[in-house]
């Protein structure tokens, strides 16, 4: 596409309205994440307030397959014609590398001070991005243990670029057979891990960037289908509803062949149902100002709270050991509180003066190109629908309907 085309085109396809009950939603995701933690870190040594914890997030471990599809879904819808393979790839860059640099060094700073030794090359994996790659035990964890995740994620951004073209000119039917596939898919990585060597399984399931890329690629096409107006599921309360069902009988009953599938299904129509209801203008609980201010804050919160807790337990001398009574539950509040002023410091001193910095500047959005109302057309009407502030969408559903 020449330059030229390609500013025609950004002219001619209204801008995608924002989705703020999906900053919302990664809140959500990133306190699973953290609360998994905190009960594998065994802070809390009453059995009874224990069992709470575990009850709740003994399945957190899950938020970082929400946080793929998520992404997968949100870099679909808000991808603009205009937009060069390089604009692209640099947007994500200083998106995501100036958190992971900052915490790529200062664990280093916590591994000299507690004497631990670093493996050169596996520090350089880290700081490459490319650990998740590196089937060895220990190699994909290394240096700040969840930049594994980035590791995929950085794979999934190289990637999308090549493959959007493709989503965009794919028929409809292709769209929803890969609804459809790309669950099964996930299914089927459990008899598949039966390939590889046995250390190497956990690492083929659960770090491999090729099978993590399936739940991207859910999201991505989903957020096709649903920028084309042809996604058909449930509303955001249902949505709810069947993922607290899912959810619930996984924790109880339903072995983790299965369940990694089903919470698959349920967090898209979940993150489906709530991008709906922001373009609709219908009520969502997920875009309250302060949600959507801890979604803001969550890429950072994810990337520092391992490294705080596990650096506090181990210099106080309680790692592995535990809080008896009350004061587990106060710690694991106090990790919250202390992780969420830091991932707000982060966040407001590198993430977004860095974003600044360094990603380029889109263009300007094209204002709507106003439309003459036919006989029956209730367009105008589901505009005027839209939130009018700066929180929600300012248009009405026939900002994103293309029937081509």
């Not at 085109?9 to 699973?32: F, K, N």
């Not at 292709?174 to 596939?181: I, P, S």
């Not at 399931?205 to 096709?224: I, K, M, N």
Request: include cysteine.
């Amino acid at each position: 596409m020449t330059s030229a085309a390609a500013v025609s085109a950004a002219r001619s396809v209204p801008a995608p309205p924002r989705l703020p009950s999906l900053t919302g939603l990664r809140w959500i995701a990133a306190l699973l994440v953290f609360g998994f933690h905190a009960g594998t870190m065994r802070i809390i040594a009453e059995p009874d307030y224990k069992a709470v914890v575990d009850a709740l997030f003994t399945l957190g471990l899950s938020g970082v397959q929400f946080f793929f599809i998520l992404s997968g879904f949100v870099l679909v819808w808000s991808a603009r014609p205009g937009d060069s393979r390089r604009t692209f790839w640099r947007r994500r860059v200083a998106k995501i590398y100036p958190n992971h640099l900052v915490l790529w060094a200062a664990t280093l700073v916590v591994a000299w001070w507690f004497a631990d030794p670093v493996l050169p090359a596996a520090a350089l994996e880290n700081l490459l991005l490319l650990q998740a790659w590196d089937p060895r035990p220990g190699w994909f964890y290394s240096i700040n243990t969840v930049s594994w995740s980035l590791s995929c994620e950085f794979f999934f951004y190289l990637c999308l670029p090549l493959v959007l073209p493709l989503l965009r000119r794919a028929r409809p039917k292709l769209l929803w057979a890969l609804v459809v596939v790309l669950p099964l898919l996930i299914l089927a990585l459990w008899p598949a891990q039966e390939l590889v060597p046995e250390v190497s399984r956990w690492w083929f399931t659960q770090v491999f960037p090729l099978t993590r890329s399936l739940e991207f690629w859910l999201g991505a096409v989903a957020a096709e289908l649903m920028r084309r107006g042809l996604w058909r599921g449930p509303g955001l309360g249902v949505a709810s509803g069947i993922f607290v069902v899912i959810w619930v009988a996984a924790a109880q009953w339903i072995r983790a062949e299965l369940w990694t599938t089903l919470l698959a299904v349920a967090y898209l129509l979940v993150i489906t149902a709530a991008a709906d209801a922001d373009v609709r203008g219908r009520r969502s609980p997920w875009r309250s100002r302060p949600l959507v201010w801890l979604g803001e804050v969550s890429f950072a919160f994810y990337l520092v709270h391992v490294l705080v807790m596990t650096s506090v337990l181990r210099w106080s001398g309680t790692w592995g050991v535990g809080f008896g009574g009350w004061r587990g539950p106060a710690v694991v509040l106090g990790f919250l509180v202390a992780n969420l002023v830091l991932a707000g410091l982060l966040h407001r001193f590198v993430e977004t003066p860095m974003m600044r910095r360094l990603a380029p500047r889109r263009a300007a959005r094209p204002a709507p190109v106003p439309r003459q109302r036919a006989a029956g057309d209730d367009t105008a009407g589901e505009a005027r629908s839209g939130a009018a502030d700066g929180a929600g969408p300012a248009v009405g559903r026939s900002a994103y309907v293309d029937r081509r």
